[in-house]
């Protein structure tokens, strides 16, 4: 069974930066492309960022492309997520996820793709 633990959320004020880790157990870690999401209260899940599972291909939301940087360590099973200029409209609920299926060609930045999802971890940006 793959486990997913997201960490470093947390409150911080707006123009601050923050990095969220998400350690993945249970299966090859390095053979699946990870991905970010988050829910901020009263609105649906979105995409966030999302990388290969050789970490070559990255691709960002247009809302925090230039600000957030996805990577992976895959020695240490664990992606991350570094989160700078934070704004008040990042607040949110962040949630990793791991892909589907082995190997996938790309990245992915649709939610149904991913079987496997971490508890969350909440991120409060304040102005």
């Known amino acids: 069974q793959v486990q997913l633990v997201e960490s470093g959320g947390g409150l911080v004020q707006a123009g601050g930066s923050l990095r969220l880790s998400c350690a993945a157990s249970g299966r090859a870690f390095g053979s699946y492309t990870m991905g970010w999401f988050r829910q901020a209260p009263g609105k649906e899940r979105e995409f966030v960022a999302t990388?290969?599972?050789?970490?070559?291909?990255?691709y960002y939301a247009g809302s925090v492309k230039g600000r957030f940087t996805v990577s992976r360590d895959n020695a240490k099973n664990t992606v991350y997520l570094q989160m700078n200029s934070l704004k008040p409209e990042d607040t949110a609920v962040y949630y990793c996820a791991q892909h589907s299926r082995p190997y996938y060609r790309d990245t992915s930045y649709f939610a149904r793709d991913y079987g496997f999802w971490g508890q969350g971890t909440q991120v409060t940006v304040s102005s």
């Open positions: 990388i290969s599972w050789s970490g070559t291909t990255t």
